[in-house]
């Protein structure tokens, strides 16, 4: 009698193992981890206009300083979210098709150019191979950019109320 528990078997058929990235526990991670990190980016950009409103209204140099600044820790910070989900969906892209010939290991993976060869090598594995999961990595895409694209809204909504409440308006 099998176990119910089994790797391979549920209710006497061979379980389907699913190849798709959202579908895992360590896809449910990005994504959560993904939606989790949009919060400090509102955050900052909110601050961030604020910072522009002001610099712009006050005309002070020193201000104008601390927009850019924080305008370079604004969009690194979405950056750097967005390249950490692509990285662990290429991640598992590159586990469905390391057993074929054609496939490479990155060389450097902390080397931004390396690893977008290497992001772009995957993604022609994988179209030839399994059509499906670049169908999922196009769609992941998608969905998850429609969030940044909020992100950016909510922080203009919130420095025009923060600004408000600044000045009193």
């Known amino acids: 009698m099998k176990n119910c528990n089994d790797e391979k078997y549920k209710d006497g058929k061979k379980k389907i193992k699913s190849d798709f990235f959202l579908f895992t526990p360590d896809g449910n991670k990005a994504v959560l981890e993904y939606m989790r990190n949009l919060t400090p980016q509102v955050l900052v950009g909110g601050v961030w206009i604020v910072f522009v409103?002001?610099?712009?209204?006050?005309?002070?140099?020193?201000l104008w300083g601390v927009s850019i600044a924080?305008?370079?820790?604004f969009f690194y910070i979405v950056i750097a979210n967005i390249t950490n989900f692509i990285?662990?969906?290429?991640?598992?892209?590159?586990?469905?098709?390391?057993?074929?010939?054609?496939?490479?290991?990155?060389d450097n993976p902390y080397n931004f150019k390396v690893w977008c060869k290497f992001l772009l090598r995957t993604l022609v594995l994988v179209a030839k191979n399994k059509?499906?999961?670049l169908v999922e990595f196009i769609l992941a895409i998608i969905f998850l950019l429609i969030p940044t694209v909020i992100v950016v809204f909510a922080s203009v909504n919130s420095a025009i109320q923060?600004?408000?409440?600044?000045?009193g308006g």
């Open 162 to 167: 923060l600004h408000k409440s600044m000045i």
């Open 53 to 62: 409103l002001r610099s712009n209204t006050l005309e002070d140099y020193m």
């Open 87 to 106: 990285q662990q969906i290429t991640d598992h892209m590159a586990k469905q098709v390391e057993n074929l010939s054609e496939y490479k290991v990155c």
């Open 70 to 73: 924080m305008a370079f820790i």
């Open 131 to 133: 059509k499906s999961l």
